[in-house]
Antibody, heavy 119, light 105 residues
Framework: EVQLVESGGGLVQPGGSLRLSCGAS????????MYWVRQAPGKGLEWVAK????????YYADSVKGRFTISRDNAKSSLYLQMNSLTAADTAVYYC????????????WGQGTTVTVSS | EIVLAQSPGTLSLSPGGRATLSCRAS???????LAWYQHKPGQAPRLLIY???SRATGIPDRFSGSGSGTDFTLTISRLEPEDFAVYYC??????FGGGTKVEIK
């Protein structure tokens, strides 16, 4: 079964850091672009970051550029999001997702992990 | 940066009704790069349509997508109870629209 499972969410103070992980199974992880997408409470979906299959190209939304770092370990079929200098605006459910090879969309999504930034 | 504007914000319809959702891009995009997702509370988003008009695997044929350039449409021909949700359009690999909530009237 094709599956993505996020972990690492939790409560963190403003200015703090957190590292999210996403474990992939059931497909050749190293072949696919991967994404992080978030949804803040009461808001819509927001694309956060994406990474090329070999990890050589990284892209970020302006709202997180310079604070978040996306990475991957293809040997472990894992995707990561290092989040630094967190603010209340980063409070959200964070989803990892897989690119649809050739379909220009995202066809597999995890259930999400919740990040709460609060003192 | 391409901005996607979805309308209406909320659509109140009865089961069996027809839903027409709009997504307008701030600049022309290739239809190949426009996707639609369904999102329900507490669940992962679900890909419905890719390439503006192609249904994803397992998506019922009551869902259809159309459009080109800057104007795209998602149509749900006969609303089933499980279709009441929020729908988002997305330009490939980046921005989502603000979403349209389809609620039970």
């Amino acid at each position: 079964e094709v599956q993505l499972v996020e972990s690492g969410g939790g409560l963190v103070q403003p200015g703090g850091s957190l590292r999210l992980s996403c474990g992939a199974s059931g497909f050749m992880f190293s072949y696919f672009w991967m994404y992080w997408v978030r949804q803040a409470p009461g808001k819509g979906l927001e694309w956060v970051a994406k990474i090329k299959p070999d990890g050589s190209d990284l892209y970020y939304a302006d709202s997180v550029k310079g604070r978040f770092t996306i990475s991957r370990d293809n040997a472990k079929s894992s995707l990561y999001l290092q989040m630094n200098s967190l603010t209340a605006a980063d409070t959200a459910v964070y989803y990892c997702s897989r690119d649809t090879m050739g379909g220009h969309s995202q066809d597999v999504w995890g259930q999400g992990t919740t990040v709460t930034v609060s003192s | 940066e391409i901005v996607l504007a979805q309308s209406p914000g909320t659509l109140s319809l009865s089961p069996g009704g027809r839903a027409t959702l709009s997504c307008r891009a701030s600049q022309s995009i290739s239809g190949s790069y426009l996707a639609w997702y369904q999102h329900k509370p507490g669940q992962a988003p679900r890909l419905l349509i890719y390439g503006a008009s192609s249904r994803a695997t397992g998506i019922p044929d009551r869902f259809s997508g159309s459009g080109s350039g800057t104007d795209f449409t998602l149509t749900i021909s006969r609303l089933e109870p499980e279709d009441f949700a929020v729908y988002y359009c997305q330009v490939y690999g980046s921005a989502f629209g603000g979403g349209t909530k389809v609620e039970i009237k």
